[in-house]
């Protein structure tokens, strides 16, 4: 059984673990952006199954393409969960914004 991550742990290998946590944050992210479009994506052999391309997405990334958790996240995965974090919530990124120099007039949705 995967345990929670610990504040000792936490303290102790800080940089490890926020790693790990972000590197799960992602791999949450294309799941459910890949759920998103599941049956409204197709090629000249039919529906397209997004299940088989997460492993294809996931290998291709690199660290500079990482998107950082939104406050809040909390994995599904309990061995990258924090012992004093609750439950997850159902997972809904952040919308990216849209700004016009520095004034931002709405947010848009992935």
């Given at each position: ?6 504040k ?11 790693y790990?946590?972000l ?10 952006r890949?759920k998103?479009?599941?049956g ?14 997460f492993?294809?997405?996931?290998y ?7 998107e950082?958790?939104?406050?809040g996240?909390?994995p ?28 931002k007039?709405?947010?848009?949705e992935?």
């Amino acid at each position: 059984m995967s345990m929670a991550i610990t504040k000792e742990s936490y303290t102790d290998l800080k940089e490890y673990w926020d790693y790990q946590r972000l590197l799960e944050y992602n791999k949450e992210l294309i799941r459910y952006r890949l759920k998103k479009v599941q049956g409204s994506v197709f090629t000249q052999f039919g529906e397209l199954n997004t299940a088989s391309m997460f492993d294809n997405i996931w290998y291709s990334i690199g660290n500079e393409d990482l998107e950082k958790p939104h406050e809040g996240w909390v994995p599904e995965d309990k061995k990258y969960r924090f012992e004093w974090e609750g439950k997850p919530k159902k997972f809904l990124p952040p919308k990216p914004a849209i700004y016009v120099g520095d004034k931002k007039i709405g947010e848009f949705e992935i």
